[in-house]
C-alpha cells in the first residue's frame, strides 16, 4: 500500500507534533504528566484547532481515539490545560463553554469574528487593541493582562448570499 500524503498536511502535522512537544514541556515545567488520556485529548485540540469544541464535543473526539476515557477526566484536563494559560474558555452566543488553543507565542488571546447569519467564527491573529489597552490604563489606572473581543455582525459569505438574492 501506498501513502501519499501532500505537503500542506505533512506541514501541519509537524506543526502539531511541535505543538505537542511544547505542551509536553508546559506540563512537565508545571509538574503533570501527559498521560495517555490527557494526550488524546491535546491531539483532538491540535487537530481542531479553528472549531471552538465544546466539552462534550471534545469528549465525543478523545473517545474515538481511547475509548475508555471518562467525561470527567476530558473535563479536568480541560480545566488543567485553562489553569496552565494553553486553552482558553470563550463563551459565543449559544451560552456553551468552548475551547480555544492560544498559539503560541501569542501575548494576547486572539479575536474572534462571530456571523449572526451561518454562525461561522472566524480568528483575526493582528492584536489591535493596544492603543484601548493603554487608554483603560491610563483613565481607569487598570492594569490590563489580556482582553477578550468578539465582533457580532455578517460574514462576507453571508453577506454575498444576501447582495445575490437581491438581484
Ligand atoms: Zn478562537
Ligand atoms: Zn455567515
Redesign the pocket.
Known sequence: MIIIINKDVQATMEQQSLALQRIKDQLYEANYKLTPQREATVQVLLENEKD?LSAEEIYMLVKLKTPDIGLATVYRTLEMLTELSILDK?NFNDGLARY?MRKEGAKHF?H?LLCLECGN?D?IEEDLLGEVEKIVENRYFFKVTDHRLTFHGICQACQTKTSDSNK
Open positions: 471552538h470563550v480555544d486572539h474572534h467564527i480568528e
